[in-house]
């Protein structure tokens, strides 16, 4: 039960006291830092830390409504460490604020911290629209580091130029959220409101997003709200009650509370642990000035088991509640979910949908592996890639990609390493790899990229193993592949902004040779994509979406991007008025009548872009 409040009765002469102020955590001003936690089954709370000098009864907290513990202490600045101090019966328990933004580590001290300190010096970046953003993951300890030493923000900032210049607009951070130790993916935070303390802390990523806005680049964070932990995790019993041996008051007390990852999902149905959700969220995007998120595992929060049953109302409640906000106070904003089932609801806002702007689409991602890494090229269904590519109605519900981390970690490989493992920066893997994200570039979604894959890192994603950066210098090339097709995606010279378009029909489908064509469109500007998906040129004739030339934007397999490949010609196109034939069967070229339509010659396993010249 949560401790009576305490009332004190005025006397005439007495002047009335200090209001208390709003807010949650450590609220520094002049003079002094106002605290206030939730512990609604406390007997007594106290602060203690530096300004105390550590005193083990440290400065009372008085007992308010709801279960909040409040006090002002005269004296305690910016930069001091503290820890609460709860009494529960017999316990006495020591306790990072659960509100933190900067802790000294996972299981050390809080530390109060100015949160309107920081200079932004002007900073009024928007996240681009999404028919443009070009997403870039990246995990911050791995990204630029040297064995024995995990990187931190100060050096992602660094690469912003290199980011900028391959013409990404949106970086997307691994979590950051403070936890256990030196190394880790970040899925495992011990306080949710702290930045981790290894990379730099919380003015380490407000300079890092700053930075970045100058570049043009926008910043999506990943964020877990499916479990915290479980290791060195102040939340867990934290006012010392608990039901079953559970977690506490952040946490369910019953079976709920199991996920893959430990005992620890939040209780999505309790108002207070549901405010801590939605601040945490509202913190990134207006403290930190982030421009998206990206929820993890989703599934987990709107299920109890993750398999698509046991369904958890009150996990959809939350979700709802979190985009709902986000969308009317920050319209401009990206929520992401991995949600990895392709269920529509999670992109509706419709009764009963959860609101995100775009979910990881592994329709689009397992096909086109499939399709990239068979061993002959029998095996590559162009049936199955134009579905994955023909994905949702509205495709930029839809994040598209061919790697990722959990794509290529935990044993499972980079896409050159798994097409040709004897060789994964020979010719199949070269080819191989820059189709499947050209696929994704020019593919109906918003396209990402995982870090290193633009000069075809193969090594399988490690949190302790660094980028081989001196592969962007031997692979500067296809860096150059890369970046062309990006610049191409975004319609950077203005002559494809088809490829931007919602629109998108198949042209052409024929297996046996292993050919694919289709139409990007945007109003009244088309882009055709040809693909060849077999180990020899190929004549592709196609449908096109109107008459005239059509000029060769780019090439895959052009020398310039590699010296192994051949620099098969590929020519512009005149298409002219006439009946067209398909293979039989094969849908949209089959039949007769009169349609605009040419013949592209594709290069092995290449991809090729065509607009009106």
């Not at 904003?333 to 689409?361: C, N, R, V, Y």
Request: proline share 6%; charged share 25%.
């Amino acid at each position: 039960m949560a401790a009576p409040l305490t009332r004190r009765r005025l006397e005439p002469d007495m002047p009335a006291p200090e209001p208390h102020r709003p807010g949650l955590g450590s609220m520094p001003h002049d003079g002094g830092t106002a605290f206030r936690v939730w512990a609604p089954n406390a007997d007594a709370v106290a602060v203690t830390g530096s300004f105390t000098d550590w005193s083990e009864d440290g400065h009372p907290l008085e007992a308010e409504e709801h279960g909040h513990w409040y006090a002002d202490v005269e004296g305690a600045r910016a930069g001091d460490e503290y820890q609460f101090v709860i009494t529960n019966g017999d316990q006495r328990l020591m306790r990072i604020d659960p509100r933190a933004r900067v802790v000294t580590n996972s299981s050390g001290n809080a530390v109060i911290y100015d949160r309107d300190g920081f200079d932004w010096e002007g900073d009024s970046f928007g996240c681009p629209p999404h028919d443009e953003l070009v997403i870039y993951e990246t995990h911050i300890g791995s990204f630029v580091a040297s064995e024995g030493d995990a990187g931190d923000l100060g050096g992602l900032a660094g690469k912003l130029g290199y980011l900028a210049e391959l013409g990404i607009t949106a970086v997307e951070l691994m979590p950051v959220a403070e936890f256990a130790g030196d190394y880790s993916w970040g899925y495992n935070p011990s306080n949710p409101f702290a930045v981790e303390s290894g990379y730099g802390g919380a003015d380490a990523l407000k300079a890092f997003v700053r930075e970045a806005h100058r570049h043009g680049i926008a910043v999506i964070l990943d964020v877990v709200l499916n479990h915290y932990g479980p290791s060195d995790l102040s939340l867990w019993q934290f006012d010392g009650w608990s039901e079953n041996d559970k977690g506490g008051i952040y946490f369910y007390n019953d079976e709920r509370s199991a996920t893959p990852w430990g005992d620890t999902r939040p209780d999505y149905g309790r108002e207070e642990v549901r405010a801590y959700l939605l601040d945490n969220v509202l913190m990134w995007l207006e403290e930190f000035h982030l421009d998206g998120l990206r929820f993890d595992a989703t599934l987990y929060v709107r299920t109890v088991d993750g398999l698509g049953t046991g369904d958890l109302p009150e996990g959809w409640d939350v979700m709802r509640a979190i985009t709902s906000t986000v969308r009317e106070r920050h319209p401009d904003k990206i929520l992401i979910a991995e949600d990895l089932q392709a269920d529509p609801a999670m992109t509706s806002t419709d009764d009963g949908g959860a609101g995100f702007h775009a979910q990881w689409d592994t329709s689009f991602v397992h096909p086109v592996r499939e399709l990239l890494t068979a061993v002959d090229d029998s095996g590559r269904s162009m049936g199955a890639l134009a579905e994955a590519l023909r994905g949702v109605d509205e495709p930029f519900r839809r994040i598209v990609y061919t790697e990722s981390h959990d794509e290529v970690a935990n044993g499972k490989l980079r896409v050159p390493h798994e097409v040709d493992g004897d060789d994964p920066s020979g010719w199949a893997a070269q080819k191989r790899a820059t189709l499947g994200f050209a696929l994704a570039l020019t593919a109906p979604g918003i396209p990402m990229l995982f870090q290193g894959q633009e000069f075809l890192e193969d090594e399988w994603f490690r949190d302790d193993v660094p980028l081989d950066w001196e592969r962007a210098e031997q692979f500067r090339d296809i860096v150059r592949l890369t970046r062309d097709l990006i610049l191409l995606r975004r319609d950077a010279e203005g002559v494809s902004r088809g490829l931007r378009g919602e629109g998108f029909d198949v042209l052409h489908l024929d297996d046996g040779a292993k050919t694919l064509a289709w139409a990007r469109q945007s109003d009244d500007a088309a882009a055709v994509v040809v693909v060849n998906a077999a180990a020899e040129p190929r004549e592709v004739s196609t449908r096109l979406p109107h008459g005239g030339h059509w000029a060769v934007r780019f090439n895959s397999d052009a020398s310039t991007y590699s010296a192994l490949f051949a620099g098969h010609d590929t020519q512009g196109v005149d298409a002219v008025e006439g009946p067209v034939e398909g293979p039989e069967g094969e849908g949209p070229d089959s039949g007769e009548g009169s349609v605009a339509h040419g013949t592209v010659s594709v290069g092995a396993y290449s991809l090729v872009v065509l607009t009106p010249a």
